[in-house]
């Protein structure tokens, strides 16, 4: 038997973990010890988040939150290194680009556990993204690089990857196997009044949030839409404080919402017409939607959706947003195989499994 700590902490990697864990416990021969650092703790986060979207709950509840970068970073090594001692796993599993990821990889590797990376590879190339240096340091001290994109490959291959001796593997992008599974369980949020068309768009990134310039633009951008089609804005936390010290307001055109449960949120990409995000998944279940994507931010990790016109750069630059709005001829050949097509979880169980 395989023992497992998978290491978790922001929403987006339970949504990321959920399919691989659903494997897991498929598996007689894997067990799966799941530990919740309590890094962007939400109440989205609580029983019924694991409920609603199936996910096998933590054992262990860390509770670090909060905190700068570095007193969080830190303790969660601390506490993670004394699971690991405990539980004396032969694989730590970590998921994307945040300070929880890091930090398991970290306490794993110093106790010479294997590190396998789920979403390894990807790079915005930008050093200021706290994502993009987490998503480096983790690769590096990985013994297994699950790629969700060939360009993900190619990145690592251009940093040296063969000289540190790590398994690449190209299994596609988790995130796929999670929408083929929750299409079907999409719930329409309650109490959200809707007739005909309307955009999905969520802002979270601190690069928008933290600026008020780009901030205000989009702002500026999404009030201007708003007059000829509704939107749809589950507004995150830290993008509603910093709003209220801007002078300038959303519209009322604008529906804002609390941020929703996955289950809503599904049915919100499903049923919207366009998708206008600074999120890096939102970009991806867009394009698993077949809904074309404005991207608020100046790179993405997903290139080869802006590559093939399913996804804009648009950046926060008014006329930019505005034109990509109005001139952009997206692509709505959707059929194509960027992903892997929802298999990803099954090839990473049987890459551990084989290792
Ligand atoms: N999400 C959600 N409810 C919300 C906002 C986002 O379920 O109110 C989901 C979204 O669909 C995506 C994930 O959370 O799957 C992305 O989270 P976020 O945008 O915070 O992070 P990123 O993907 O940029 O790391």
């Known amino acids: 038997m395989l023992k497992i700590v998978t290491i978790l902490g922001a929403r987006p990697q339970f949504i990321k973990a959920g399919s691989v864990s659903r494997e897991i416990s498929k598996c007689d021969t894997l067990h799966e010890i799941i530990v919740h650092t309590g890094q962007h703790y939400d109440t989205n986060m609580s029983d019924v988040f694991f409920d609603e979207m199936q996910i096998p709950k933590p054992t262990y509840f860390l509770g670090i939150g909060g905190n700068s970068h570095g007193a969080m970073t830190g303790q969660m090594i601390e506490k993670i290194e004394q699971v690991l001692l405990k539980e004396k796993p032969d694989w730590v599993l970590v998921y994307g680009d945040t300070n929880s990821t890091l930090a398991g990889a970290i306490a794993a590797s110093k106790l010479h556990i294997k590190v396998a990376h789920v979403e390894a590879g990807l790079r915005s190339f930008n050093m200021a993204m706290p994502e993009e240096v987490n998503r480096i340091l983790t690769d590096r001290i990985s013994s297994i690089l699950f790629c969700p994109t060939k360009i993900a490959i190619q990145n690592l291959d251009n940093e040296g990857v063969s000289k540190w001796g790590a398994r690449v593997e190209l299994v596609g992008d988790v995130m796929q196997d999670g929408a083929l599974f929750y299409k079907g ?171």
Request: charge should be negative.
């Open 185 to 355: 369980l999409a719930v329409k949020p309650n109490n959200l009044e809707l007739t005909g068309e309307f955009i999905l768009s969520t802002i979270h990134r601190a690069e928008n949030t933290d600026c008020i310039d780009r901030l205000t633009s989009i702002v500026e951008s999404l009030n201007i839409i708003a007059k000829s089609i509704p939107i749809v804005l589950p507004l995150h936390p830290r993008t509603k404080s910093k709003l209220e010290g801007l002078q300038f307001k959303l519209s009322s055109s604008i529906k804002v919402i609390s941020p929703v449960g996955y289950l809503n949120m599904v049915w919100l990409i499903d049923n919207c017409k366009l998708v206008m995000t600074d999120s890096g998944g939102l970009q991806k279940e867009a394009f698993f939607f077949s809904k074309p994507c404005i991207t608020l931010r100046d790179e993405t990790e997903w290139v080869e959706l802006v590559h093939h016109n399913f996804n804009v750069l648009a950046g926060a630059d008014k006329k930019n947003i505005l034109s990509a709005f109005n001139e952009y001829i997206f692509n709505d050949q959707y059929g194509i195989d960027l992903y892997g097509n929802g298999f990803a979880s099954n090839k990473i169980i049987n890459s551990i499994l084989n290792y």
